[in-house]
Structures are given as C-alpha cells and as structure tokens.
C-alpha cells in the first residue's frame, strides 16, 4: 500500500483566531474558502483548486462540547498547539507573486535559495505559529540559474 500524496493539514486554532488564520491562507497564500461538512464545531476549509488542502477547526473555550464529542474525550489534552509538527510545505510557481503580496502588507518573511538544487524557498508563519514553506523549483527567484532538470 504505498502513499501516492499528502491529503490536507488540519490546524486547531481557538474560535478568536479562526478568522485571522482563515484570512492567513486565503489573502497571503491564495487558497479558496470551500464547502465543509456540518461539522458540530466551527471551521473552515481551504482549497486549493478542487482539493482542499487545509482544515481549519475552531475552538470555543466556552463551549468544546461539540469538538469533543467529534474527536473523543481522550484527545483533550492536545486541542492547540504545532506538537512535534515543525512546519508545511507547498510546491509553488510565480514566487514575485507572493513577494509583492508580502511586502505591500509588511507581513513577515525570510526568503533562502537552497545550494546546488536551483530551488527557492519563502518561509513565514500563520497566525498559530506555524511555519510554512513554500518552495519554488526550476529558476524560480533566480533567472540565472541552471534548470535542476538538465544534470
């Protein structure tokens, strides 16, 4: 039984910061807010094209009782927070895109060019403190460089 792909991320973020994550991915990295099941816990999910890619659940500290009765009372303990997850990475095209998006909001980034692969990176972090890593391969972010598929 091989994988053939990653299906989505699910982030749990408190029901005050849903929106601000939601807006995270929709504004910055361009994803499309999408239909969701009915859920008995407020949420969203993120598209991109016909996938969707990220699962927003919210957290309402002053009613859980749906999110918990859909999860199980064992998974408690762990309702926020990146655990062991460092961060999420995306294959992308059109890095200048993103860069102008980032610099005309002033949100936070750092950029890296990884040696001997002609691949571009832009990091920055969602609303939760999650680090997402979007990559750029083939000249992306450097018209100088050698196609990495020409060895």
């Not at 059109?94 to 001997?116: M, Q």
């Not at 997402?132 to 050698?146: H, R, T, V």
Request: with cysteine; net charge negative.
């Amino acid at each position: 039984m091989p994988l053939t792909e990653l299906h989505h991320c699910s982030i749990r973020t408190e029901k005050a910061k849903m929106d601000e994550t939601r807006d995270f991915y929709v504004d910055i990295l361009g994803m499309q807010v999408g239909d969701r099941p009915p859920f008995p816990f407020p949420g969203y999910w993120l598209y991109v094209g016909k996938q969707a890619v990220i699962h927003i659940v919210g957290i309402d500290p002053d009613d859980p009782q749906g999110l918990l009765d859909y999860l199980g009372q064992d998974r408690i303990d762990s309702l926020t927070g990146g655990g062991a997850v460092d961060h999420l990475a995306f294959n992308s095209v059109e890095p200048e895109e993103l860069l102008d998006r980032l610099k005309a909001t002033g949100y936070p980034y750092f950029e890296r060019k990884v040696p001997n692969m002609n691949l571009f990176q832009i990091f920055l972090d969602d609303p939760n403190g999650i680090t997402i890593e979007l990559n750029y391969f083939d000249n992306a972010g450097d018209p100088g460089a050698k196609n990495i598929y020409d060895s």
